[in-house]
């Protein structure tokens, strides 16, 4: 049964390396991550904290968890390419901003909810540490790690002169997800990327409980027999 989660704490990590300048998905693949991240943040629903991590050579917490919905959209709006892609040091990051609210909330008496890492990338780890460590340390903590496939086989970019080609790294991304228990998704366009985001919201604004139905069953039964006792006076009378 899918009942609204009142309370969730959720990262967005996202590539901003100079490979998000390539053109395979329109009008690139940057601006096309933008238009969707913002519309990641419009179908939270409003009590989730959402923070906002980026990631290139290094990577940087940008919005730590909140419920502040302008200020993640403001610093999408205003985010900044550069080199190189650090898958790993973005998990790490966005764990580090994940436990770092929780202990807030721990030291002012209020109960960690649970959290999530949505990670979206469109090429290959280059820098940083390796992600199987980023995977253990998501694990260690029991945070899955969702993770979003962005753009095609056949990206290219531009560099001094030399086309350089840009494809996806399917596979990382996807032990990433599996290993960590989160989800796994592949976006080859701007709509696709759209329909991942709200597809991966609405997972996040919900949760699947089991719910005890034997009551119901309960009730049922008692009311057959409540309806078999009449019928058989009924039908005693008639004899009779």
């Known amino acids: 049964m899918r009942v609204p989660r009142e309370r969730a704490t ?20 940057f601006e096309a991550m933008q238009k969707a991240a913002k519309e990641f943040v419009d179908v939270l629903p409003e ?7 980026t990631f290139a ?28 892609t650090a898958i790993g040091e973005a998990i790490f990051t966005s764990l580090t901003a994940i ?3 929780q202990s807030t909330l721990e030291d002012a008496g209020e109960e ?51 086309t350089v080609p840009v494809p996806v790294d399917r596979a990382t991304l996807e032990r990433i997800a599996d290993e960590t228990g989160g989800s796994y998704s592949e976006a080859a366009s701007a709509e696709e990327l759209e329909e991942v985001y709200a597809d991966l919201g609405s997972q996040i604004g919900y949760t699947t409980e089991p719910k005890d139905i034997s009551p119901r069953f309960v009730r049922v ?6 309806v078999g006792a009449v019928l058989s006076l009924l039908w005693t009378n008639r004899l009779v």
């Open 57 to 84: 050579g290094t990577a940087t917490t940008l919005v730590p968890p909140t419920t502040d919905r302008e200020q993640v959209r403001g610093a999408i709006d205003n985010l900044d390419l550069a080199e190189s």
């Open 99 to 101: 436990q770092n609210f």
């Open 112 to 162: 960690a909810p649970p959290a999530r890492v949505v990670l979206l990338s469109d090429g290959y780890p280059t820098v940083g540490r390796d992600e199987t460590l980023a995977i253990d340390a998501a694990k260690d903590v029991s945070i899955p790690v969702s993770t979003i496939a962005f753009g095609t086989d056949y990206g290219t970019l531009d560099l001094d002169g030399d």
């Open 221 to 226: 039964g008692v009311l057959v027999l409540l």
């Open 10 to 29: 959720v990262i967005m990590a996202v590539d901003v390396s100079l490979s998000m300048e390539a053109r395979d998905v329109e009008p690139n693949r």
């Open 47 to 53: 009590r989730i904290n959402l923070g906002l991590v």
